[in-house]
C-alpha cells in the first residue's frame, strides 16, 4: 500500500470563452507536487436558477502531459452563469480540494467579446 500526500488545490484557473457554448479552461499545478499529480478533475455548476443544474458537469484530464493544463468543455448555455473549479489528484481516489471558483456569463450570440468575467 502507498501513502501520498493530499494535493492543495491547482492554481491560476483561467477561463477563456471560445464560443456561447463552449469554454477553454487553464491552470497551473501545484509546484510541490511536480511528477505526483494522475488526474484533474474540472468541474462547473451553473449559477442562477436551481431548475438549470442539469447543466452542471465535470471532465477528467489525465496528466500525462507534464506541460499541459488546460481542457475544453463545451454544452455549456449562452447567456447563462457558470462557476470553474478545478482540483487534483495524487495517486489513485486520492482528490484534493478545487481551486477558488472562476465564474463568467456566457455571450448570448456568436460575440466573444460581450462576455463578462467575473473573478
Do not use: C
Not at 36 to 48: A, E
Not at 97 to 105: A, E, G, M, N, Q
Amino acid at each position: 500500500m502507498s501513502f501520498f500526500t493530499v494535493p492543495n488545490s491547482p492554481e491560476g484557473v483561467h477561463v477563456v470563452i471560445e464560443s456561447p457554448q463552449s469554454v477553454h479552461v487553464t491552470w497551473r499545478s501545484h509546484p510541490g507536487l511536480k511528477g505526483l499529480v494522475t488526474r484533474y478533475m474540472v468541474k462547473w455548476l451553473h449559477v442562477g436558477n436551481p431548475a438549470d443544474s442539469n447543466v452542471d458537469g465535470h471532465k477528467i484530464v489525465n496528466a500525462g502531459n507534464p506541460y499541459r493544463r488546460e481542457t475544453q468543455v463545451g454544452g455549456l448555455k449562452p447567456y447563462n452563469m457558470y462557476s470553474f473549479m478545478v482540483r487534483e489528484e495524487v495517486g489513485q481516489e486520492n482528490w484534493g480540494k478545487f481551486s477558488t471558483p472562476v465564474d463568467i456569463i456566457m455571450p448570448e450570440d456568436g460575440t466573444v467579446k460581450d462576455a463578462l468575467y467575473l473573478i
